[in-house]
């Protein structure tokens, strides 16, 4: 059962445009939601993340909206750079058994920024 | 530059070999994670130890697998009789404190080819 789904393996952008990543789950209990980058041969990095309690959290060229009506999150890059050319993982937290440390991962979206 | 090392990169073994791989947190750092991500899969969640502690071993298959992290030395995941499902890359994370926000520092990851 995939509680954390990203239904898009790939996204191709110009350079300049808006990229636009969705993530849906399915657990009401996940209370806080954070994206990964992946370059090829690495090990994920911590890009941003965003409590239940919000809506929308924003960092430079990144944001993240959180729809929990709909169980949607969705991260906005703009606007997007060549370099952002890689796999992002949307990931999420279930506090409610006391195993806040635990994260769920979504299999990924391999964004590709084209010059 | 001290972030969380992880060896062997890549790891070949025949089926009902041993694979051994280790990790060595961020320094400070004395929580450890392992995930394992599957190809065409998300990361899972395998174990979190802290020093020569097991907190949480509830992602890890029941046989054939261990973990430990020792007073001394680096985190070890060990995968007794491998067989070609174990094939995988598995990362490992660590944190200062328990990762309630879930902003884990990942390593490279171990690929384990199991032929």
């Known amino acids: 059962d995939q509680q954390v789904k990203q239904n898009s393996p790939s996204l191709s952008v110009q350079e300049g445009r808006i990229s636009i990543l969705n993530c849906d789950y399915t657990?009401?209990?996940?209370?806080?939601f954070l994206w990964y980058k992946k370059y090829p041969a690495e090990g994920p990095t911590f890009l941003i993340s965003i409590s239940s309690i919000k809506d929308k959290n924003e960092d430079g060229r990144f944001t993240v909206f959180l729809n929990k009506s709909a169980k949607h999150l969705s991260l906005h890059i703009v606007p997007s750079q060549p370099g952002d050319s890689a796999v992002y993982f949307c990931a999420a937290r279930d506090n409610s058994g006391g195993s806040n440390y635990k994260l769920t991962f979504g299999k990924g979206t391999l964004l590709t920024v084209n010059p | 530059n001290a972030g969380v090392m992880q060896n062997p990169r890549h790891l070949v073994r025949r089926r009902g070999q041993e694979a051994r791989l280790r990790c060595s947190p961020m320094?400070?750092?004395?929580?450890v994670y392992w995930y394992r991500q599957l190809p065409e899969e998300g990361l899972k969640f395998m174990v979190y130890l802290q020093k020569e502690n097991i907190i949480d071993e509830s992602g890890m298959p029941k046989e054939r697998f261990s973990a430990e992290f020792p007073k001394e030395g680096p985190s070890i995941l060990r995968i007794q009789q491998v067989v070609r499902g174990d094939s995988a890359a598995y990362f490992c994370?660590?944190?200062?404190?328990?990762?309630?926000?879930?902003?884990?520092?990942f390593g490279e990851g171990s690929r384990l080819t199991v032929l």
């Open positions: 994370a660590s944190s200062y404190r328990v990762a309630n926000t879930g902003e884990l520092f």
């Open positions: 320094k400070g750092h004395s929580h």
């Open positions: 657990n009401s209990m996940f209370d806080y």
